[in-house]
């Protein structure tokens, strides 16, 4: 019994005229099938056998990808759960904002700045080191009349926890906040 081999590219006589099934890397190329067929002796020539080996690709394109951009990370997905109040700070040249928010609602907690009525008019400066702490003060009384007293705080690219920031992280831990 004697085995061949035989490899057979099947080109579309219109390029032009043929859209592939799928947009990946791999649907551009021809598709190749490798075929083994046994020949055996001359008086038992019915039986042949085909055999077809396509490869498989895993590897998603680009334009495949693109169909889906918005696919989160699992942390993504639960951290919403695990840790639901998160604290912002925004420090602009004239004032320090801070406000608590609650991540699946976007729902405000609380809310503490130096531009408010009574701080504006008590504090010699609005962006110190007191109006920090003033600031971290407020939002730790204020989280705890909503009953929230685990917060979550993610620094920003390059953002360090020191100076004005600091105090105010610092002021909200001393006044009863944990942080998660």
Known sequence: MALSFS???ELLPSVSAHKPNSLSWSSSFPQLKISASSIPCRSNLSLHQKFIIEAAWTRRSRSEAAKKPN???WKQ??????RPFLLNVFFSKRFIHAKVMHRGTSKVISVATTNSRDLRNTLPSLTDNDAARVIGKLIAERSKEADVYAIAYEPGKNERIE???????DTIQKNGIIFV
Do not use: A, E, W
């Open 77 to 82: 997905r639960t951290d919403m759960y695990l």
């Open 163 to 169: 100076g004005r920031l600091g105090i105010i992280l």
């Open 7 to 9: 490899l057979t590219t």
């Open 71 to 73: 696919r989160k990370s």
